[in-house]
């Protein structure tokens, strides 16, 4: 099974906010994360991942990978809000979707609560960052392969 995996805007700098929490979590440990929940799990899974800034990029990403992804882990951060561009192209190639956020320690401007996302995602997970990552991976493993 293929599945995509796209960290929004600023996700390379979460070190930061967890640092401002008292925690250590990176991009490359919940990267990390994801691989070894595949593996501990027994998942016939291949990960391919992007983390951007930039709408254009994450789109060609999308675009892309249409045909190659079964599955894609999604957390949009403050795309969440109005990244309407990136919406239609989710809606286009219609790939299943688990959405990410995090908790409030993570996530101060709530993006979750009014994801423009959520008419597209199978489900969304809202936990700590590498939690919700590797529920969603289990999930969306699970969901896929029951279809």
């Known amino acids: 099974m293929n599945i995509l995996v796209l960290h929004g805007p600023n996700l390379n700098l979460i070190g930061v906010r967890s640092s401002q929490v ?13 691989k070894n929940t595949a ?9 391919k991942t992007l983390q951007t ?6 789109i ?24 309407y561009d990136l919406l239609d192209t989710l809606k286009l190639v219609q790939i ?15 993006f979750s609560q009014s994801s423009i996302f959520s008419e597209v995602s199978q489900f969304s997970k ?15 493993y699970y969901h896929l392969s029951s279809h």
């Open 22 to 34: 008292g925690e250590q979590v990176t991009l490359d440990k919940i990267d990390r994360a994801l």
């Open 96 to 110: 299943p979707m688990a959405e990410v956020f995090f908790n409030s320690d993570f996530d101060s401007d709530k």
């Open 126 to 140: 809202i936990d700590h960052p590498i939690n919700a990552y590797t529920s969603a991976l289990s999930e969306l």
């Open 60 to 83: 060609t990403f999308l675009q892309r990978n249409r045909n190659w992804a079964d599955g894609l882990i999604f957390s949009p951060g403050p795309w969440a809000k109005a990244n």
């Open 39 to 47: 593996h501990k799990l027994d998942l016939d899974i291949t990960l």
């Open 53 to 58: 800034h930039f709408a254009g990029k994450a």
